[in-house]
């Protein structure tokens, strides 16, 4: 069964599907405020994606191009927010392929550990992490931004991505355990747990 | 699946706030009796924050957004111009035949506007060699046009001096323009050197006064 929405999510939603219909009609005001609230949103993971800053906007306009052209044709079947993201992932991959260099490069996970220190303060731990999640391969990160940046389900993600639910499901087990080999701290106790022990 | 593994799976969604309720209430249950679990969903919720946190890199949205609408106002532009252009004009269509000889004096008015354009025929027949350029519309390929054409809109307070000082520097001409949507369409001024290049539009997009340039379909 899908997971729900959270009520803000749910409100989000409906005024989004309400834009949307008018950018549909050619409004472009109703473009704006959907442009304006998308930029933001689409910019924090698309940096982290491309590490171009100016990659990432012209990924975002190439998006929203498409959103402006195809608002008609969205059905409904998933939240405005998915189906907006699995736009600017898929031209985020192309563009990405088209210049010919990989997003990412996964490190060994035999390399030396990140240790971030118990008594760091949550911005140095945040960085800690982020440095952690730039050695994951692209597909796991994602998974991770997509749930823990956004919010979305698992079933929202295997849209977005355009994959399985298993799938979304077997990246976030990896993504996850990888960072906490990566970042030993964030093992936490859960060594000792029966998690260790799979 | 034992019972941690499986804790482990769900917290994932639990932290991000799409846990269903079933499994919500489950996990729950573990927790309170799990320490090592409890540890593990912490560090999850600190991964979170993490990625969740807002960039340091402000963006700035209406600009972007000015930059695709103009993107998006050009094609509408040189789509509704190669319409046009594919449209027969509509001095020369002829009318209906019934519809003519219902009404005489169409007819009169068909054989002047003929008489115009053989005049004008044998004017143009007269004139010097064709401008070494062509709009958007013109059908013919002039040998000088084989080099594309511009697409630019200037500033709103741009005077004409600054147009002109604008497209000196840049090596261009105005061929068309401006349209409705203040659409001007630019070719190179060098009749030795027709191809527009990536440095001209480049050189007009760095010029604060011009808001829009972009290599367009001939």
């Known amino acids: 069964m899908p997971a729900p929405l959270t009520h803000a999510q749910q409100l989000r939603d409906d005024g989004d599907r309400r834009l949307l219909a008018r950018v549909a009609t050619g409004d472009r005001e109703a473009f704006r405020e959907i ?23 012209e990924i975002i306009n190439d998006a929203l191009w498409v959103v402006w052209k195809r608002a008609a044709d969205f059905r409904g079947e998933s939240r405005v927010s998915t189906w907006i993201m699995g736009i600017a992932y898929r031209r985020a991959l192309k563009t990405l392929s088209s210049r010919g260099h990989r997003p990412f490069v996964a490190a060994p996970l035999d390399s030396q550990p990140l240790v971030a220190a118990d008594d760091l303060g949550a911005a140095e731990t945040s960085e800690w992490i982020m440095l952690g999640l ?8 994602m998974v991770l931004e997509f749930a823990y940046g956004y919010g979305h389900s698992c079933e929202e993600i295997a849209a977005i991505m355009d994959c399985p639910v298993n799938t979304v499901k077997t990246r976030m087990f990896h993504a996850r355990a990888k960072l906490r080999t990566i970042l030993p701290s964030l093992a936490g106790t859960a060594a000792s747990s029966g998690e260790a022990s799979r | 699946m034992n019972e941690h593994a499986r804790a482990s799976e769900l917290m994932a969604w639990k932290v991000n706030g799409r846990i269903d309720h079933a499994d919500g209430q489950w996990l729950d249950d573990h927790l309170a009796h799990c ?39 050009s094609e509408r532009i040189t789509a509704s111009e190669a319409t046009s252009g594919d449209a027969p004009p509509p001095a020369r269509a002829p009318a209906p035949p019934a519809a003519a000889a219902r009404v005489p004096w169409l007819r009169v008015a068909v054989a002047a506007q003929a008489a115009v354009i053989v005049l004008l025929g044998a004017l143009l027949w007269q004139r010097p060699p064709a401008p070494a ?12 046009l084989s080099g594309g054409v511009i697409k630019a809109i200037f500033a709103d307070q741009v005077r004409i001096g600054d147009v002109k000082e604008i497209l000196q520097g840049a090596g261009l001409v105005v061929v068309t323009g401006p ?24 050189r007009l997009r760095a010029d604060p006064r011009v808001r829009f340039a972009e290599i367009g379909a001939q």
Not at chain 1, 134 to 141: A, G, H, N, V
Not at chain 2, 49 to 71: H, K, M, Y
Request: glycine share 2%; with cysteine; proline share 8%.
């Open chain 1, 35 to 57: 442009y304006i609230a998308y930029h933001r949103r689409l910019a924090r993971f698309l940096t982290r994606l491309t590490r171009r800053y100016d990659v990432a906007e």
């Open chain 2, 133 to 144: 350029y062509r709009t958007v519309t013109d059908s013919a390929t002039g040998p000088l």
């Open chain 2, 179 to 202: 349209s409705e949507a203040g659409v001007y369409t630019l070719a190179p001024r060098d009749a030795a050197a027709p191809r527009v290049t990536p440095g001209m539009a480049a």
């Open chain 2, 35 to 73: 320490a090592p679990c409890r540890a593990q969903l912490k560090a999850e919720q600190r991964v979170r924050d993490a990625i969740a946190r807002e960039p340091t890199v402000e963006f700035a949205p209406q600009a972007s957004f000015n930059r695709l609408w103009e993107r998006i106002e």
């Open chain 1, 134 to 141: 730039e050695q994951l391969p692209t597909e796991q990160r």
